[in-house]
């Protein structure tokens, strides 16, 4: 494996292995694995018990850290970052940790100020803007403070 | 970061199995064998979403065993380096603390907690700010950064921070700004 030493997510260096693979954000997996888990409902009275605990932990993850709940809001989440000309991972990366300003954004993506990208700060501004107003206007009850932030940046 | 992989995988199967239902018997037999399972290269894998391709199966000499590559479509969890991602704190000491993302176990070295935290030794340990503004002990939820992955065959470590912009304490108003 050569790629291993050169890993780094934030030059988008995630190694040949992850090239196609598509990234998904917490809300797509907290969908997946819901969708899974009714399934194993049928065949059985208690699935998660047989589940390994990757699953159950994963599945604990994406449901408290998932910005938006229903899956309307996280295909409208996909579709808006993606008018933008970013790759998968900083797509996802900006879906999970909503920062509300351009510097955040920069810090938790240093690729979007990458090399002619024809990202500019204006740019960037907009987008934080069109997911903010999903982010508050996503009318499910879990984690009001998260919800408390998107009205406050309004 | 979660990640939705094609991957592949040489299934051996008994001749007991080879009939109608060996295709089922192929699916069950993957599940079993690798949900749950991690590699140091694709991570953990957390659930297969289907079978892409089965390709021809090879006798093995001797046994009667059959050989079939399957490719298969799995979500996965996989870390990287650089990689920033929000967790939750599992256990609070002086030499820092842990914190789980997902399947994943990540240290924060108290080195890597920014200077003006310091390590309170109560009930429940905690690192706090001066001010006792911003707490860090069991449950509390931090934004951190991935800097190094260390690997092994059956797991994934990580040492990440704490100590840079925007990073740390969520649920706290005063760390987002």
């Given at each position: ?154 | ?7 592949e995988r040489n299934m051996q199967l008994h001749p007991r199995h080879f009939g109608a239902r060996l295709r089922e018997k192929l699916v069950s037999k993957l599940i079993k064998d690798v949900e749950g399972t991690c590699s140091g290269r694709h991570g953990f894998v957390v659930a297969i979403m289907g079978i892409e391709h089965v390709g021809k199966g090879l006798i093995r000499d001797g046994t009667g065993f059959v050989t079939f590559p399957v490719k298969y479509k799995c979500v996965v ?101």
């Amino acid at each position: 494996m050569s790629g291993e030493e050169e890993e780094n997510a934030a030059e988008l260096k995630l190694g040949e292995d992850f090239v196609k693979a598509k990234c998904l954000m917490n809300g797509e997996v907290s969908l997946i694995l819901d969708r899974r888990l009714e399934q194993l409902q049928q065949l059985s009275e208690d699935p998660l018990n047989q589940m390994p605990q990757v699953f159950e932990k994963s599945l604990q993850y994406v449901k408290r850290f998932s910005r938006y709940n229903n899956p309307d809001a996280v295909r409208q989440v996909r579709e808006i970052l993606s008018r933008h000309q970013l790759a998968e991972f900083e797509l996802v990366v900006l879906g999970n940790l909503c920062p509300e300003t351009v510097e955040e954004a920069i810090a938790m993506v240093p690729s979007l100020k990458d090399k002619g990208r024809g990202l500019d700060d204006e740019a960037i501004e907009k987008m934080l803007t069109d997911l903010a107003l999903i982010k508050s206007s996503s009318s499910s009850g879990h984690l009001l403070k998260k919800l408390g932030f998107g009205l406050a940046s309004l | 970061m979660f990640f939705h992989i094609i991957l592949e995988r040489n299934m051996q199967l008994h001749p007991r199995h080879f009939g109608a239902r060996l295709r089922e018997k192929l699916v069950s037999k993957l599940i079993k064998d690798v949900e749950g399972t991690c590699s140091g290269r694709h991570g953990f894998v957390v659930a297969i979403m289907g079978i892409e391709h089965v390709g021809k199966g090879l006798i093995r000499d001797g046994t009667g065993f059959v050989t079939f590559p399957v490719k298969y479509k799995c979500v996965v969890f996989r870390p990287f380096k650089g990689e920033i991602l929000e967790a939750v704190v599992t256990m609070v000491n002086k030499m820092g603390f842990f914190a789980e993302a997902g399947p994943v176990q990540i240290f924060v070295s108290n080195h890597l907690i920014p200077d003006d935290m310091e390590f309170q030794s109560a009930d429940t340990p905690n690192y706090t700010t001066s001010d006792g503004s911003v707490k860090i002990q069991k449950d509390t939820e931090v934004r951190l950064k991935i800097i190094g992955t260390r690997v092994d065959a059956t797991e994934i470590f990580c040492i990440g921070t704490i100590k840079d912009d925007f990073l740390g304490v969520i649920s706290d108003p005063s760390a987002a700004v």
